[in-house]
């Protein structure tokens, strides 16, 4: 158990969103919505950005996926 709680200390903050993005209230108070590729990092349903945002804010975003990206990987794997 004290390993447990000597390692836990190395890890990242549990709150990263309000530590990283909602510096100031007027961020968190205004912010409404997100635009983003579709990398698992930013749109994974569990541990992904927007999840994140979400739970922290209590409310669903308008989360926009800009196919444009994913498109133009698809083009460009296929034809290399």
Known sequence: M???IELWEFLPSKNLV???LF???EIKENF??????????????????VALIER???????DLCDPCYG??????NSLG
């Open 2 to 4: 004290l390993l447990l």
């Open 18 to 20: 309000q530590d990283k």
């Open 23 to 25: 510096i100031k209230p």
């Open 32 to 49: 409404i919505g997100i635009t983003h590729d579709f990398a698992s990092s930013l749109s994974e349903v569990d541990n992904g950005l």
């Open 56 to 62: 922290d804010l209590k409310k669903e975003l308008f």
């Open 71 to 76: 498109l133009s990987l698809a083009i460009r």
